[in-house]
């Protein structure tokens, strides 16, 4: 099995690092998440066709890096891979404890992250089938996330806290609209709302789902509540006559 194990990673190794060299930022950040078992999950997926090799990393957060990619067909993929080792799993264990759709929720570090990772890509494939503005969900196996690129060439759209959008009422009243239909349709508060998850493509592209809740969690309302109250301080600013808090509340869950 060793032997087996090592040529495989050589293989997945030559495949995934061959455009890459060895003193790259994206090689010295590649050897610190890629553990065994994240090195294997990416294996799976290059071979169920997902991507073909990396191109480069894009960000690195909190709890996740990522990456470009390319698939056969040379489109640009976005992979999530969410790090084992180094992410707040106690924070991850809390905030997925009042989401209804985990009944069980696993106490592993590994196991914490991969149910973390599970619900990012739930809630985008709710979303996106819900026609709600999101990268399309491709693939997700374990601590990895495959989607839709939003971007040109491997630069994705900036966020909407770098550039400002041209015209701010039709960017604000797309993103009301988006996290009506999110509610209403897809049945998901995105909980962590705010000009760091939107990209403009250059109208407004939800990200970075991995907050997101059933409406049924009892702090639902308390969560749409505080994504409202970003959006709304953030278009304020630019001069949008953003309707009060409680008015947007109303028309988007009816209460
Ligand atoms: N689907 C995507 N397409 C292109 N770029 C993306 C995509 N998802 C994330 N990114 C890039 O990675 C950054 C971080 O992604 P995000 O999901 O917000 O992770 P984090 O949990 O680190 O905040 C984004 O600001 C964006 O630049
Ligand atoms: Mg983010």
Wanted: aromatic residues 10%; proline residues 6%.
């Amino acid at each position: 099995m060793d032997g087996d194990l090592g040529a495989l990673l050589r293989r997945l190794e030559h495949r995934k690092l061959e455009r890459l060299e060895k003193d790259s930022e994206t090689y010295k950040i590649m050897e610190r998440v890629f553990d065994t078992s994240t090195l294997l999950t990416l294996y799976r997926m290059i071979n169920r066709g997902v991507m073909e090799f990396f191109y480069g990393a894009v960000s690195t957060g909190k709890e996740a890096n990522i990456f470009c990619a390319l698939d056969r067909e040379g489109n640009y993929v976005a992979v999530k891979i969410y790090r084992v080792a180094t992410s707040n799993f106690k924070n991850m264990h809390r905030y997925l404890s009042g989401d209804p759709r985990f009944g069980r929720i696993p106490k592993k570090r590994r196991e914490i992250v991969h149910a973390w990772t599970s619900r990012e890509f739930k809630n985008l494939q709710r979303a996106y089938e819900a026609g709600v503005p999101v990268p399309r969900p491709i693939d997700c196996e374990k601590n990895v996330l495959a989607m839709e690129f939003v971007g040109e060439n491997g630069v994705p759209y900036p966020r909407m806290k770098d550039v400002p959008p041209r015209e701010p009422e039709r960017a604000f009243d797309k993103l009301v609209d988006a996290v009506k239909t999110l509610y209403r349709e897809a049945g998901i508060v995105h909980s962590d709302l705010s000009e760091y998850n939107v990209l403009l493509a250059p109208d407004p592209v939800l990200i970075d789902f991995s907050m997101g809740t059933d409406r049924a969690n009892p702090a639902a309302e308390e969560l749409l509540t505080r994504d409202l109250d970003k959006l709304t301080r953030y278009f304020r600013k630019l001069g949008v006559d953003v309707p009060p808090l409680e008015q947007l509340l109303e028309e988007i869950s009816g209460v």
